[in-house]
Nanobody, 130 residues
């Protein structure tokens, strides 16, 4: 059974750091995977945060997190991480990881559309507050 499980969320003061993990299971290594992190704050739409394509490219970030967040992934499989530094109250949200498999490496990943991804985790809560 394919499964994504996010962890690492919690309560942190402004300026603090958290490292989120997206542990994948049930995915075959015969596929290639684009991976993304999204977040959704109360009363707001789901927002893409970062993504990496399935051909080994560098991570892309939305402007609001550039220079503060760093996404990484395992070399095989769709397990991924999100290092979040200099956190701000506006980063408060539920954070989700998402995966899109493909039979061949793809040079694209998207943060504009969560429906582009096929598999989702259940999310982990990040709260930034003093």
């Amino acid at each position: 059974q394919v499964q994504l499980v996010e962890s690492g969320g919690g309560l942190v003061e402004p300026g603090g750091s958290l490292r989120l993990s997206c542990e994948a299971s049930g995915f075959t290594l015969e596929y290639y995977y684009a991976i993304a992190w999204f977040r959704q704050a109360p009363g707001k739409e789901r927002e893409g945060v970062s993504c990496v394509n399935s051909s080994g490219g560098s991570a892309n970030y939305v402007d609001s997190v550039k220079g503060r967040f760093t996404m990484s992934r395992d070399k095989t499989g769709p397990t991924a991480y999100l290092q979040m530094n200099s956190l701000k109250p506006e980063d408060t949200a539920i954070y989700y990881c998402a995966v899109r498999p493909s039979l061949t490496p793809q040079s694209i990943c998207v943060t504009q559309s969560f429906t582009w991804y096929n598999f989702w985790g259940q999310g982990t809560q990040v709260t930034v507050s003093s």
